[in-house]
């Protein structure tokens, strides 16, 4: 069983970068295909981008192509994503998730594992 915990967050101005960790726990994390969503108040859990097992293919929002980019590392167990360019809308708190299987998956109940989040305020 995998355990997700994110880091990284925090308060960056509008155009600043901020570069979001998941550290995942166990020896299966290379067979997961991991994703990144976020969820600010009051709104619904929304996805941000997602990448293959392999790293060769990624995934994201049409709010963030071009702005973010997901990457991993299988020999650290870790997934990144940096957001650069950042808006007060991309305020949210930050989760990732791994996925036993699929393609390009964009939605919550895709996902069965899920990391406690990592909050980014944006300020104007």
């Known amino acids: 069983q995998v355990q997700l915990v994110e880091s990284g967050g925090g308060l960056v101005q509008a155009g600043g970068s901020l570069r979001l960790s998941c550290a995942a726990s166990g020896r299966t994390f290379s067979r997961y295909v991991m994703g990144w969503f976020r969820q600010a108040p009051g709104k619904e859990r929304e996805f941000v981008a997602t990448i293959s097992w392999s790293g060769g293919d990624t995934y994201y929002s049409d709010s963030v192509k071009g702005r973010f980019t997901i990457s991993r590392d299988n020999a650290k167990n870790t997934v990144y994503l940096q957001m650069n360019s950042l808006k007060p809308e991309d305020t949210a708190v930050y989760y990732c998730?791994?996925?036993?299987?699929?393609?390009?998956?964009?939605?919550?109940?895709?996902?069965?594992?899920w990391g406690q989040g990592t909050q980014v305020t944006v300020s104007s």
């Open positions: 998730a791994a996925a036993n299987t699929g393609y390009r998956r964009t939605r919550p109940n895709d996902y069965n594992l």
